[in-house]
C-alpha cells in the first residue's frame, strides 16, 4: 500500500525563482494538508482541501504562494518569486474523513526546499 | 488560538529507561490529539491517535494519555531503546479540523 508521496525531495532554487512541488496522498484520502517546518520547529499549517475545494489558505505566509488540487486527487504548491526566507521543508499529509480513525494524519517525506 | 506546549525541549537518556513526555494545550475543546515521530530529514510517522472521547492509547510500548480538562497529554515509552532516538511531536485538532502542532521533545537513547 503505498503512502503519501512527495516530489522533488530536494529543491535548491535561486532567488527569484517560480518552484513547483507536489504531493499525491493516499488514494481514497478526502483532506490534504500542506505545512511548512522550519528547523527545529513543529509544521505550521499552510493550507487545507477537501476533494478539490481549497476550504482554508490562511496559513499562506504571502500571496506568493498558491497551491491546487484541481481533481481531488494529487495536489501541487507553487511559490512564486522565492525568497531566502522560503527555505524550509513542505510537508503533506492526507486523512480521512470517515471511520474510527477519521482525520488522523499520513505525511510524505517532504520536500527540502533551499533558496539560496 | 490553540497553543501546544511539549516539555521538554530535548532528553537524553541510557537505554532501557521508561519515559514520560508532555505536550500541554491551552483550548479544551479539541477533536483528537495524535502523537508523531520524526527521524532526521524524513517525514512525520504516526503513532497514536486518541480520540476526544478516549483516555489513553497504547501500541506496543507506547502509552498515550488524554486529560481534556486539564489540557495535557503525556507520552510513555517503556524500556527505551536506542532506536527510538527522534524527534516527537504532539498535534491537537480542534473544530476546525486544522492540526496545531507543539515544537516536539527530541529524544536521544543511548547504549
Same mark, same amino acid.
Given at each position: 500500500?503505498?503512502?503519501?508521496?512527495? &516530489?522533488?525531495?530536494?529543491?535548491?532554487?535561486?532567488?527569484?525563482?517560480?518552484?513547483?512541488?507536489?504531493?499525491?496522498?493516499?488514494?481514497?484520502?478526502?483532506? #490534504?494538508?500542506?505545512? $511548512? $517546518?522550519?528547523? %527545529?520547529?513543529?509544521?505550521?499549517?499552510?493550507?487545507?482541501?477537501?476533494?478539490?475545494?481549497?476550504?482554508?489558505?490562511?496559513?499562506?505566509?504571502?500571496?506568493? =504562494?498558491?497551491?491546487?488540487?484541481? +481533481?481531488?486527487? *494529487?495536489?501541487?504548491?507553487?511559490?512564486?518569486?522565492?525568497?531566502?526566507?522560503?527555505?524550509?521543508?513542505?510537508?503533506?499529509?492526507?486523512?480521512?474523513?470517515?471511520?474510527?480513525?477519521?482525520?488522523?494524519?499520513?505525511?510524505?517525506? %517532504?520536500?527540502?526546499?533551499?533558496?539560496? | 488560538?490553540?497553543? *501546544?506546549?511539549?516539555?521538554?525541549?530535548?532528553?537524553?537518556?541510557?537505554?532501557?529507561?521508561?519515559?514520560? #513526555?508532555?505536550?500541554? =494545550?491551552?483550548? &479544551?475543546?479539541?477533536?483528537?490529539?495524535?502523537?508523531?515521530?520524526?527521524?532526521?530529514?524524513?517525514?512525520?510517522?504516526?503513532? #497514536?491517535?486518541?480520540? &476526544?472521547?478516549?483516555? +489513553? $492509547?497504547?501500541?506496543?510500548?507506547?502509552?498515550?494519555?488524554?486529560?481534556?480538562?486539564?489540557?495535557?497529554?503525556?507520552?510513555?515509552?517503556?524500556?527505551?531503546?536506542?532506536?527510538?532516538?527522534?524527534?516527537?511531536?504532539?498535534? *491537537?485538532?480542534?473544530?476546525?479540523?486544522?492540526?496545531?502542532?507543539?515544537?516536539?521533545?527530541?529524544?536521544? *537513547?543511548?547504549?
Amino acid at each position: 500500500g503505498a503512502g503519501v508521496s512527495q &516530489s522533488p525531495r530536494y529543491k535548491v532554487a535561486k532567488r527569484g525563482q517560480d518552484v513547483a512541488l507536489r504531493c499525491d496522498p493516499i488514494s481514497g484520502h478526502v483532506s #490534504l494538508f500542506w505545512y $511548512q $517546518q522550519a528547523l %527545529g520547529q513543529g509544521p505550521e499549517f499552510l493550507t487545507y482541501f477537501q476533494n478539490e475545494a481549497q476550504l482554508d489558505k490562511s496559513g499562506l505566509p504571502s500571496d506568493r =504562494f498558491f497551491a491546487e488540487r484541481p +481533481e481531488g486527487s *494529487v495536489s501541487t504548491l507553487k511559490i512564486q518569486r522565492t525568497q531566502q526566507e522560503d527555505s524550509a521543508v513542505y510537508l503533506c499529509a492526507s486523512s480521512l474523513d470517515e471511520g474510527a480513525t477519521k482525520y488522523e494524519q499520513f505525511f510524505g517525506p %517532504g520536500t527540502r526546499l533551499t533558496v539560496l | 488560538k490553540q497553543e *501546544v506546549t511539549q516539555i521538554p525541549a530535548a532528553l537524553s537518556v541510557p537505554e532501557g529507561e521508561n519515559l514520560v #513526555l508532555n505536550c500541554s =494545550f491551552t483550548d &479544551s475543546a479539541i477533536y483528537n490529539l495524535q502523537w508523531f515521530r520524526q527521524d532526521p530529514g524524513k517525514g512525520l510517522t504516526s503513532l #497514536l491517535l486518541i480520540q &476526544s472521547s478516549q483516555r +489513553e $492509547q497504547t501500541s506496543g510500548r507506547l502509552n498515550a494519555s488524554l486529560d481534556k480538562s486539564s489540557g495535557r497529554s503525556t507520552l510513555y515509552i517503556a524500556a527505551s531503546q536506542p532506536g527510538d532516538s527522534a524527534t516527537y511531536l504532539c498535534a *491537537v485538532t480542534g473544530g476546525s479540523y486544522i492540526p496545531t502542532f507543539g515544537r516536539g521533545t527530541s529524544l536521544i *537513547v543511548h547504549p
